[in-house]
């Protein structure tokens, strides 16, 4: 089946918007995570920062997928757009003469708030996909690949935008910088957006968030593990890991040190976006069947269990940092990267797969709360490993975590 130009302009609109709202997200975490570092705050101190962000997420995709289905997506994408801009104007208020626990709630609540503004901007891109795609030759799969790798490669330019610019003009100038620009264009795409996407129904019903799908609820159980083992390591372990090893304590140092390290996560986010696009030629998934698409899910999640495993025993041969140590890590979190990419997106296209299109942004609100959930394990996990155990347990819990994601994936069935 062909797909309607209405249909294409909305879906082209809906990804810009997404593009835009990620490079903001991408770019705010990293200035977050480097400045409050270099404040001086422990690595759990910097895992609070992120907790409020991922519980608001967990509660946010609840009720998003019931308020899209009420109110419509064009809703939900442009209040996430909004919250976004109004948490950058907040953040930018944050007063440096602030206590740490002052300094501490505050950014919090912040983040908070742009973790509702993320998850309102990805459960309507992601539910909008369902709606708009072609049907036929894997073209669920294809747009769905596309929207999410390209969104985590956008995110990836963030981090190294964020890094950038906090080298370059500080946080409070960075922060207004892209406020401004997100509001521009979140006007822009208002103005232009064209018709394609439902306007929601008055009778939707809270109670239906919850799904009473064996394959939706076993892929949300797998989400959780899969996106806690990325995160135990990419939040806070291995940026101030990196960060001890490259900076030597002097203001140059630091902003050399902040370059890089935005520098290393970009191009890991940025891989993983490609190849996340690529995955469908990847997997030939035109051709397969779902039943075989399913299977694949297992052996990839089994293929990404063996990256932190090894990385966890070579560091724990050798816990005081070297090169060989350092060139080890950045080639096997590449190739985490990589492998993890297949696994994110063999997930993003059997969600949509496995729902109804009268249910998809319930199902995916319910799906992505289990995302966030993971997310916030992670984060939690990701500062106290860290402090407790170094990068050998970090990378440990990533493994066990990995190990999870791959016996809860083995409960799938085709439909």
């Keep these: ?98 206590s740490i626990p002052a300094s501490v709630a505050f950014v919090m609540c912040v983040q908070g708030a742009s973790g509702v503004a993320k998850d309102l901007a990805k459960m309507s891109s992601k539910s909008a996909v369902k709606l708009l795609a072609p049907s036929g030759d894997g073209g669920l799969f294809r747009w769905v690949a596309i929207l999410t790798g390209s969104k985590n490669a956008v995110k990836g330019i963030g981090f190294l935008m964020g890094a950038a610019l906090l080298a370059a003009f500080g946080f409070v100038a960075s922060i207004w910088a892209m406020a401004i620009v997100l509001g521009a264009i979140l006007i822009a795409v208002a103005l232009f957006m064209p018709s394609g996407l439902p306007k929601g129904r008055k009778g939707a019903k809270f109670s239906e968030v919850f799904s009473k799908s064996h394959n939706v609820n076993w892929l949300s159980a797998a989400r959780v593990t899969l996106f806690g083992a990325r995160d135990v390591w990419f939040v806070v372990g291995i940026p101030i890991y990196f960060y001890a090893v490259l900076s030597d304590g002097s203001e140059a140092g630091n902003r050399a040190a902040f370059f890089i ?27 397969r069947p779902e039943a075989e698409i399913i299977g694949a899910a297992r052996t990839w999640a089994w293929a990404l269990f063996i990256v932190p495993a090894a990385l966890s025993v070579a560091v724990a041969l050798s816990p005081a940092p070297q090169l060989w140590l350092t060139i080890t890590l950045v080639i096997g979190l590449l190739a985490f990267g990589g492998i993890f990419a297949v696994n994110s997106s063999l997930h993003s296209y059997l969600i949509l797969a496995f729902t109804k299109s009268e249910r998809v942004t319930m199902d995916v609100g319910f799906y992505y709360m289990a995302n966030a959930l993971g997310r916030l394990i992670g984060t939690l996990l990701s500062g106290l490993t860290f402090q407790i155990g170094g990068l050998t347990m970090v990378l440990g819990t990533a493994a066990v975590m990995v190990a999870l994601s791959a016996i809860t994936t083995a409960k799938l069935r085709p439909a």
């Design 261 to 287: 390290i935005g520098v290393f996560m970009a191009a890991w986010i940025i891989l993983y976006g490609m190849v996340q696009a690529a995955t469908p030629r990847i997997l030939r998934a035109a051709s």
């Design 1 to 98: 089946m062909s797909q309607k130009p209405e249909g294409l302009s909305a879906y082209i609109a809906v990804t810009a918007a997404y593009w835009a709202f990620m490079l903001t997200d991408g770019a705010l975490r990293m200035l977050v995570l480097l400045h409050f570092h270099t404040l001086g705050f422990s690595p759990v101190q910097l895992a609070y920062l992120f907790i409020l962000y991922e519980v608001a997420g967990m509660v946010t995709n609840l009720s998003a997928g019931w308020i899209a289905a009420r109110f419509g997506l064009t809703a939900t994408l442009y209040a996430g757009l909004s919250l976004q801009v109004v948490a950058l104007l907040a953040l930018a208020q944050l007063d440096p003469n602030w």
